[in-house]
């Protein structure tokens, strides 16, 4: 389902099983289920790659703080988020700020805000039906706004390049 694999299915099933499991942390079950897997701190290579790590995580907490953004510590997207930075710091230099996704995370915002509200009633419903809305909101529409920002990238691109 998604590209998850037979233990996230898993997983995510059990939060349903569970009767003291609330609606918001079966979908974080959910959500982290559908995302790629991420590295860690604990799985660097050697101290330094640890270090960059952390420095990140550092940065990537302030950046969401600021923002308001209450997010799980173990949430795979904000792990994905950390790994983010410390790439770009690896290939463009050590000195890449968190400031540089906000930009993007103003967009996102806006775009999350209409995804939420055109599911509220499947949000404030059961959680199955919760759960049900959101996978298939990330598996249909990830790959939709993906392809739509390469597209929008090549249009732009030609139309630079034709005043040259």
Same mark, same amino acid.
């Given at each position: 389902?998604?590209?998850?694999?037979?233990?996230?299915?898993?997983?995510?099933?059990?939060?349903?099983?569970?009767? *003291?499991?609330?609606?918001?942390?079966?979908?974080?079950?959910?959500?982290?289920?559908?995302?790629?897997?991420?590295?860690?701190? *604990?799985?660097?290579?050697?101290?330094? *790659?640890?270090?960059?790590?952390?420095?990140?995580?550092?940065?990537?907490?302030?950046?969401?703080?600021?923002?308001?953004?209450?997010?799980?510590?173990?949430?795979?997207?904000?792990?994905?988020?950390?790994?983010?930075?410390?790439?770009?710091?690896?290939?463009?230099?050590?000195?890449?700020?968190?400031?540089?996704?906000?930009?993007?995370?103003?967009?996102?915002?806006?775009?999350?805000?209409?995804?939420?509200?055109?599911?509220?009633?499947?949000?404030?419903?059961?959680?199955?039906?919760?759960?049900?809305?959101?996978?298939?909101?990330?598996?249909?529409?990830?790959?939709?706004?993906?392809?739509?920002?390469?597209?929008?990238?090549?249009?732009?691109?030609? *139309?630079?390049?034709?005043?040259?």
């Amino acid at each position: 389902v998604g590209g998850m694999g037979i233990q996230a299915i898993r997983q995510v099933v059990g939060v349903l099983d569970a009767p *003291e499991t609330t609606t918001l942390d079966a979908l974080g079950t959910a959500v982290d289920a559908l995302s790629p897997p991420e590295s860690a701190p *604990e799985t660097a290579i050697d101290a330094t *790659e640890q270090a960059e790590w952390w420095r990140a995580e550092v940065d990537i907490d302030a950046f969401l703080r600021t923002r308001g953004w209450c997010v799980r510590p173990e949430a795979a997207s904000r792990r994905g988020l950390i790994d983010g930075l410390v790439a770009l710091r690896r290939v463009h230099g050590p000195d890449v700020p968190a400031l540089a996704f906000a930009t993007y995370a103003d967009l996102i915002h806006g775009l999350a805000t209409q995804e939420i509200d055109s599911v509220r009633a499947e949000l404030q419903g059961n959680t199955s039906t919760a759960i049900e809305a959101v996978v298939i909101g990330t598996v249909m529409w990830e790959p939709v706004l993906l392809a739509l920002r390469r597209l929008a990238h090549e249009a732009l691109s030609r *139309e630079l390049l034709a005043s040259f």
